[in-house]
């Protein structure tokens, strides 16, 4: 069982940063990735950015350039630093979790969620 916990969410005006943390707990040992998504209201979940166990980075291309995700293992943390914000990046951020099964497939955990609020 794994435990993740966001922080770090709030309000800020466009062209403001944001850094988004999220703390990872339990069963850590089999973590094949982590990621950021962001949910706005009436729209679909969307990934943000993700991590691999071996350092590999993703981006959405809307946050390419502007976002940057981070790790730190011996913290078991994973970061999402957020630069020149737009009222579009508006939405209720999640870090996830994905673990490797014993069948061989995989389990996503989800956290509870952060807003962030970026005005115009």
């Known amino acids: 069982q794994v435990q993740l916990v966001e922080s770090g969410g709030g309000m800020v005006q466009g062209g403001g940063s944001l850094t988004l943390s999220c703390a990872v707990s339990?069963?850590?040992?089999?973590?094949?990735?982590m990621g950021w998504y962001r949910q706005a209201p009436g729209e679909q979940r969307e990934l943000v950015a993700s991590?691999?166990?071996?350092?590999?980075?993703n981006y959405a291309d809307s946050v390419k350039g502007r976002f940057t995700i981070s790790r730190d293992n011996a913290k078991n943390t994973v970061s999402l630093q957020m630069n020149s914000l737009k009222p579009e990046d508006t939405a209720v951020y999640y870090c996830s979790a994905d673990r490797w099964t014993v069948a061989g497939g995989s389990f996503r955990s989800w956290g509870q969620g952060t807003q962030v609020t970026v005005s115009s």
């Open positions: 339990g069963s850590i040992f089999n973590i094949a990735a």
């Open positions: 991590i691999t166990s071996g350092g590999s980075t």
